[in-house]
C-alpha cells in the first residue's frame, strides 16, 4: 500500500507559477507510475499528467502543455508538478494518484492509490 500526501497548493495571480509535491510512503515508490488529477467546482475529476517509473515518459493534457511539468525523484519517493503561467482556469483541488507496475497509456491507468489532494486557486 501506497499513501500521498501533496503539499504546495496556494493563491496566486494569473501568470505566477507553483510547484506542487507529492510524498509517496510504503512500498517501493520506484515501482509506481504516477499521475496528477484536479478537479474543479461543479466539474468532473480529469486527468493533468503522469509519468512513467523511471521518469523518462510523460504525459499532459492538452490545456497544460508547455505550461505544467512533471517530474519525480525516485530516492525521495516524490513526485512534482511545476506549473507556470498559471490561468484562473486552473483553480481546482489537485491530487496525485499512483498505480503499480508499467503502463502504456498512463492517462487512463487504473490508479489505486490517491492523495487528499491541495487547493490551487488562480485569480485573475
Known amino acids: 500500500q501506497v499513501q500521498l500526501v501533496e503539499s504546495g497548493g496556494g493563491l496566486v495571480q494569473a501568470g505566477d507559477s507553483l510547484r506542487l509535491s507529492c510524498a509517496a510512503s510504503?512500498?517501493?515508490?520506484?515501482?509506481?507510475?504516477m499521475g496528477w488529477f484536479r478537479q474543479a467546482p461543479g466539474k468532473e475529476r480529469e486527468f493533468v499528467a503522469a509519468?512513467?517509473?523511471?521518469?523518462?515518459?510523460?504525459y499532459y493534457e492538452d490545456s497544460v502543455k508547455g505550461r505544467f511539468t512533471i517530474s519525480r525523484d525516485n530516492a525521495k519517493s516524490t513526485v512534482y508538478l511545476q506549473m507556470s503561467s498559471l490561468k484562473p482556469e486552473d483553480t481546482a483541488v489537485y491530487c496525485c494518484?499512483?498505480?503499480?507496475?508499467?503502463?502504456?497509456?498512463?492517462?487512463?491507468?487504473?490508479?489505486?492509490?490517491w492523495g487528499q489532494g491541495t487547493q490551487v486557486t488562480v485569480s485573475s
Open positions: 510504503g512500498r517501493t515508490f520506484s515501482s509506481y507510475s
Open positions: 494518484a499512483a498505480v503499480s507496475g508499467y503502463y502504456t497509456n498512463l492517462r487512463q491507468a487504473p490508479y489505486r492509490y
Open positions: 509519468i512513467s517509473l523511471s521518469g523518462a515518459i510523460t
